[in-house]
């Protein structure tokens, strides 16, 4: 048997993610495929050619002033994100709504109306460092400023990377990496709760700029802690996010 080489595994992997999210989230569409084999091969060839076309446009714009040891980063992240704007665009498409599940397009009957982010009052404009003042911030309930649990609508004011679009799956976790300072246990001016991680799980693509972090910690004793959070777009639950936290006293306690 001829081995394949990485452009033709890769294409498969791609044919195979296609296949399978549209034989379960798009059935109706799928069922008129006449032959489904045949057509996700063609289709996980396309998607492959066209993550390299785009890599390589965006690589050609690589900024001349870049340090030669974060190029090889840079470089990486300029194919992530391709990759990612790719298949939502051509593989993972919006999943059909379920005719014996009355509701919208990708959501389940437990998802509840929340208010949007246009109905909300701005946020958090007392947090000055850069992380949140490059966000916009929309409070839907909570104290973002105060101990709790809390919920807030975000979206990036600016790029992640100069000129380049930021994808849903980059706002995503770019909100959820504020689980923990919304929704903190402590006084921010006497402790310090850093996350270590950041583990965001998603069931679909993100719609629309807006990500809504809804966020709870938990504190122990020893010194340790956890956030999580349900994150949703204008269209329901979109996945969950969590960090664990490390919690110790601030040296310049005030």
Known sequence: MQSMDAAQVSAVRKMRAAQSHWAQWLPQRYATIKNPDEFFELLG?????????????????EPETLPPEKRPGWRNMARLMTEDAVLAEMAFLTPEPDPDEPGTPGTRPDDRSVEP???????????????AQAMEWRLLHGDPHGPGMAGVWGRPRIPLVQGEETSGLCRTVL?????????????WDRWSFVNVDLSVHLCRPVEGEWVLLDAASRIS?????????????????????????VITPRTDAR
Do not use: H
Request: charged share 15%.
């Open 117 to 131: 982010p246009q109905g909300c009052p701005e946020a958090m404009q007392a947090w000055d460092f850069g992380y």
């Open 45 to 61: 060839t396309e998607i492959a050619r066209e993550i390299e076309s785009q890599t390589s446009a965006r690589l050609r714009n």
């Open 175 to 187: 909100v959820a990496d504020s689980g923990n300072g919304v929704s903190a246990s402590l006084d």
């Open 221 to 245: 004793t020893t010194g340790s802690g956890l956030a999580t959070s349900v994150l949703r777009d204008q269209v329901g639950v979109l996945g969950a996010g969590a960090q664990t936290l």
